[in-house]
């Protein structure tokens, strides 16, 4: 159908020019681009939802923990975790009654204290509520990162008297208490070393109630005896630190060594200075003067002579034994000053000194060899007896003559013993004592050579008032002790013998 063929009277038509020209001045008509949902439309409304989920979550979680522990919740070392506080007061209801505790011995055997024996229960109190309140709720998520101890205690009560009892009815209380011993410094023949403590049996029973106790009020379900220290303990271990230091002081001491160089060797050094040392109950080192002094006794009465009898064979083989000197006139032989020796001694053992050393001897008390006889091999021998004597030089005669010795009574015999020349003069006068009637001396003698045995007044002189010499001559006319000589005996003698040369008188 063209359009002529249909009009509508109320639709305006175009001729095809016009038409051609309203389709070139038309606008284009712009097409739309399709827009689309936006993201936060898209995601945020399921996430919050989710969010909202967690929300409540929390917030129901966190009621929950109102009247709950958290996870990971213990108390006394038992766990109450989402437990509420009827829940954990049946619990603790429960376990309380069958509580044991086991005390466990230095060696193994143990024994139990349960709770039927002592009365041991459960004391309601709001020390559970408190400690249920004192959880902040809102931190529930954190408490399943870690673990939260509680610090209140469990109320429980029990009865002391049983609890008494039964602590003096334990096993171990009854038996053997061996004593502990503290590690100390032992010589192990080099040095001193720690020697380790020994723990005995001896139990501190003041600590082991006290440790009991303890146990039971935290109902602990084991008590180790030793960890807890419930023995007797001794007061110092091989680590200590006292200990070290008194081994390093004890050791300083041991390394002196003193060698005397007597007839053989005898040194003092580490093995006996070991045995002068000792520590004290507070690990002080004690050095024991005493047995230093005891030791240089020991030694003195080996070494000393000259208050000891000596034995020996005279030049013509006859057996002799000879007494003493008399200190206080001189005696001869070996004598050591222990006093001055002592202080010296302990000086070098103190400044760990190696020293090889000579005694200190009295003034005087030197011999001429150590051993027996100490007088050597060059002496003067007067045999009382025989009433003769010799020069002995370098273990030969030299000189021998008859002599007129003292009068066998006390107050003018001659004394036998060992002595030395003190003294060499010529053109002597000799005093005697002082006679108390008279006033005066008992003699006056004068002589050509005198040479003095003692600070007595004995000695070996001429005697030209002698009829003769030896035989028993002495028995009737004999001296004042002095040993009588012919003028040309002591003159030919005198210039033979030195001061200091030991004289042997026996009989």
Same mark, same amino acid.
């Given at each position: ?49 989710? +969010? ?5 979550? @929390? ?10 522990? =958290? ?18 007061? /049946?619990? %603790? ?46 931190? %529930?998520?954190?408490? =399943? ?24 009815? +334990?096993? $171990? ?10 590690? @100390? ?6 040095? =001193?070393?720690?020697? *380790? ?65 007597? /007839? ?22 004690? =050095?024991?003067? /005493? ?23 005279? *030049? ?12 206080? %006139?001189? !005696?001869? &032989? ?29 003034? !005087? ?10 007088? &050597?091999?060059?002496? +003067? ?19 021998? $003559? ?13 004394? /036998? ?7 060499? $003069? ?40 002698? *009829? ?12 004042? &002790? ?17 001061? &200091? ?7």
């Amino acid at each position: 159908m063209s359009k002529n063929e249909f009009h509508d009277p109320d639709i305006i038509y175009l001729d095809e020019e016009t038409e051609e020209k309203e389709k070139t001045e038309r606008p284009k008509r712009v097409r739309k681009k399709k827009t689309s949902v936006p993201n936060w439309k898209k995601y945020g409304l399921p996430a919050g939802a989710v +969010l909202g989920v967690l929300v409540l979550l @929390y917030v129901g979680v966190t009621v929950y923990f109102m009247g709950h522990f =958290f996870v990971n919740t213990r108390m006394g070392g038992y766990d109450l975790s989402g437990k509420s506080v009827s829940d954990a007061e /049946d619990f %603790w209801k429960e376990h309380i009654s069958e509580y044991v505790l086991t005390v466990k011995e230095n060696g193994g055997d143990t024994e139990k204290i349960k709770a039927s024996e002592i009365g041991l229960v459960y004391k309601a109190s709001d020390s559970i509520q408190k400690a249920l309140k004192e959880q902040n709720a809102f931190l %529930w998520p954190a408490a =399943f990162f870690k673990d939260t101890e509680l610090n209140s205690a469990v109320d429980i009560s029990y009865d002391e008297k049983k609890l008494e009892q039964r602590i003096a009815d +334990l096993n $171990c209380l009854k038996k053997e208490q061996l004593p502990s011993v503290s590690a @100390y410094p032992k010589y192990n023949g080099e040095k =001193f070393v720690p020697e *380790p403590e020994v723990v005995g049996t001896a139990i501190d029973v003041e600590t082991l109630s006290k440790k009991i106790k303890s146990s039971i009020e935290s109902l602990t379900r084991q008590l180790d005896m030793k960890e807890e220290e419930c023995y007797s303990f001794p007061k110092y271990t091989a680590d200590s630190p006292e200990l070290e230091k008194a081994c390093e002081e004890m050791n300083q001491y041991l390394r002196a060594s003193i060698t005397y160089q007597m /007839d053989t060797d005898v040194v003092l050094d580490k093995d006996i200075i070991a045995t002068w040392l000792s520590v004290d109950e507070d690990m002080n080192v004690i =050095f024991s003067e /005493d047995a230093l002094r005891a030791w240089l006794t020991e030694f003195g009465d080996k070494y000393d002579t000259f208050d000891k009898v000596r034995h020996f064979t005279t *030049p013509w083989g006859k057996s002799a034994e000879v007494q003493p000197g008399r200190m206080n %006139w001189g !005696g001869y &032989g070996w004598a050591v000053d222990e006093g001055a020796e002592f202080t010296a001694v302990l000086e070098t053992i103190k400044n760990g000194e190696t020293v090889v050393r000579e005694p200190i001897y009295l003034v !005087g008390q030197r011999a001429a060899v150590h051993g027996d006889p100490d007088w &050597g091999s060059t002496y +003067l021998e007067v045999d009382i007896t025989e009433q003769h004597m010799w020069y002995i030089k370098d273990g030969r005669i030299a000189f021998e $003559c008859d002599v007129v010795t003292g009068l066998p009574t006390p107050e003018r015999k001659t004394p /036998d013993g060992v002595y030395r020349v003190l003294e060499k $003069c010529t053109d002597y006068t000799m005093t005697g004592n002082i006679v108390p009637e008279t006033g005066q001396p008992e003699y006056i003698s004068h002589v050509d050579y005198w040479m003095r045995v003692t600070w007595g007044g004995v000695g070996f002189h001429d005697a030209t008032w002698q *009829p003769y010499f030896g035989g028993t001559l002495y028995q009737t006319n004999g001296s004042h &002790g002095c040993i009588n000589m012919s003028y040309s005996s002591i003159q030919q003698l005198y210039p033979m013998v030195e001061v &200091g040369t030991p004289i042997v008188v026996h009989y």
